[in-house]
């Protein structure tokens, strides 16, 4: 069976409010991974049920993160662009899986403590088993890769001690590829807009805590004009960011959307105070981002191209996961 060396894999959620934090920590590196790599692009929509949604708006959610994806450059006809429930092998693997993995693994995981909060009872199984899940995905395309923020490391570690418990088990010697987490670019981790300790988000109550690829061009200069600063003016180098966290994020946003560092932004700007940095942010994030929720709003307008794109990624999908699938079957004893 084919190995592949440079297959990536990842996925964003359609929970709704894409946002800034979605597109530099993870969206933005998916396009640049595609020249050099054989890229698959997930609509993770099994993972959006683990906690509630409404099915009408998963539909449209669903396409806006296919819209995101094509927008943003990413080439459906040369690359794979699908959502997750078209392609079964990720539910069935996933089963399999949750059979290698370990509960005491599952218990270590952050975001699920983050995400059932104190009434951990009343959290679905879904949400429990999630990073098992995940690790199907990547598993189901023996994927080399995978691009993430860097909220998702540990899911990833899972996926990697997943895949290595499964090879030993089965002494499947290296069926599955360890995969390697690509964190990538100067906003891995960009925060929320009203507080700086806090990691930009889809689900917080606030609107004006993020930046979504909805806004138009007043709501994104208006975010940021109300993002919560401090009232020192910018330092000139990167230590006197350290107990700034609402400084660091902006300057982080900054660098990241004009592909430079936080040395260099604050090269331009140490000295100055948050009412020129903001200005010039806002311009700056209005310019880069325009183009792409421009050409989202074209293609949401069409759904059924975007339904069309989707079916036609997920038969792709299919042929690379099906044969992986139908092989772990065998080597587990399955006839
Ligand atoms: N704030 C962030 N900074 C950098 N990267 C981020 N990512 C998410 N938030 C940030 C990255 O985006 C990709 C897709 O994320 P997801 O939608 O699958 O799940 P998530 O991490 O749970 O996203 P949210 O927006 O934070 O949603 P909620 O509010 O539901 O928890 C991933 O690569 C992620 O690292």
Known sequence: ???????????????????L??????????????????????????????????????????????????????????HIIFNQSKVTAHAELAWILNCVARIGWLNRMTQFKDKAGKDREKASVGLYAYPVLMAADILAYRATHVPVGEDQKQHLELARDTAQKFNND?????????????????????????DGTKKMSKSDPSAYSRITLSDNADEIAQKIRKARTDPEPLPEVKDGLAERPEAAN???????????????????????????????????????????TGEMKHLLADPAYIDGELEKGAERARAIADPVLKRVK?????I
Not at 1 to 19: A, C, D, I, W
Not at 56 to 74: D, F, P, Q
Not at 259 to 286: C, I, N, Y
Request: aromatic share 10%.
């Open 250 to 292: 902006l300057v982080n946003i900054y660098a990241a959307l004009s592909d430079t560092t936080t040395e260099q932004v604050l090269k331009e700007f140490g000295g100055k105070m948050f009412s020129e940095f903001k200005p010039a942010l806002a311009d700056l994030a209005v310019d880069k981002l325009s183009p792409i």
């Open 1 to 19: 069976m084919e190995k592949p060396t440079n297959r990536v894999f990842s996925g964003v959620q359609p929970t709704g409010n894409l946002h």
């Open 170 to 194: 089965f002494e499947a010697e290296d069926f599955f590829p360890l995969p390697e987490p690509l964190i990538m670019g100067a906003a891995t981790r960009v925060m929320s807009l009203r």
């Open 330 to 334: 065998e080597i587990v004893g399955f």
């Open 21 to 78: 934090g979605n597109y530099l920590g993870a969206i933005r590196n998916f396009v640049g991974l595609q020249d050099t790599h054989e890229c698959l692009y997930c609509v993770v929509d099994m993972h959006a049920i683990t906690v509630w949604q409404d099915p009408k708006e998963l539909t449209a959610n669903t396409r806006e993160v296919a819209a995101a994806y094509i927008a943003s450059g990413i080439n459906p006809e040369t």
